[in-house]
């Protein structure tokens, strides 16, 4: 199984506040998946690959996407995941695996609360379902893949100007992802497996400058090798 990153600059709202704690938390996450998979992939633009290009043990990948609003943020995830032939597991670049995770089809982080994004936790009740953190997505069942990922652009195709005219286009990436990964789960008739390890840490808040984030893990007792 492999691991696949990927980050494209351009797209604003996943910028990190601080390019150097994006840097260094990035080469933490990548230098701990290594510890347990032998394949680590990297998908991004020419401008990005420039930044990781000293990492070793990686495979970048240039892949530059189709046109797409910049405002729907997990559009490269979409591109990334599609462009998979053998099972994968996916992880933001702010996420300390930890471990290995085991499981049969489908991993993903968590249930979402509506901790982080109330309107995801709003629409999976409104479509009796649950939205689900997507830090961390693994998937063995290259169809089930096929299907989200065809079920999250038809959702684009069929919604983008009822979004456009609200103003809420940034909250599409909930739908077409969360919900639509959700939706897949229920017509393959599948459980997935949650991350359930002391070990695994996401820092979720890319706010936070690496200070403030030692400082947390020191009162958190974590340990990132």
């Known amino acids: 199984m492999r691991v696949i990153y990927t980050f494209y600059p351009t797209i604003l709202s996943r910028e990190w506040v601080k390019p150097d704690f994006q840097q260094w938390f990035l080469r933490k996450s990548i230098k701990d998946a290594l510890r347990f998979y032998s394949e680590v992939y990297f998908y991004t633009n020419d401008e990005f690959a420039k930044q990781i290009k000293d990492i070793q043990g990686i495979h970048i990948i240039i892949q530059e996407p189709r046109p797409f609003d910049k405002e729907l943020w997990a559009m490269p995830k979409i591109f990334a995941y599609e462009a998979q032939n053998t099972p994968f597991l996916f992880l933001d670049l702010d996420v300390i695996l930890g471990h290995q995770p085991e499981f049969d089809s489908v991993l993903v982080e968590s249930i979402d609360s509506g901790a982080l994004f109330k309107e995801s936790y709003r629409q999976a009740e409104m479509h009796h379902t649950h939205a689900f953190n997507m830090g961390v997505y693994g998937c063995k069942d290259l169809s089930f893949n096929t ?3 065809k079920k999250a652009h038809q959702f684009i195709a069929d919604n983008y100007e009822k979004f456009a005219k609200k103003g809420i286009i940034r909250f599409m990436p909930i739908y077409f992802e969360q ?3 959700a939706e897949t789960l229920k ?3 599948l ?5 359930d ?3 695994y840490v996401h820092l979720k808040n890319q706010k936070w400058d690496l200070e403030t984030y030692n400082k947390m893990l020191k009162k958190q007792k974590k340990t990132i090798y």
Not at 191 to 195: D, R
């Open 147 to 149: 299907e989200f990922c």
């Open 179 to 181: 919900l639509m990964l």
């Open 187 to 189: 017509e393959f008739n």
């Open 191 to 195: 459980e997935p497996k949650l991350i």
């Open 197 to 199: 390890n002391p070990n």
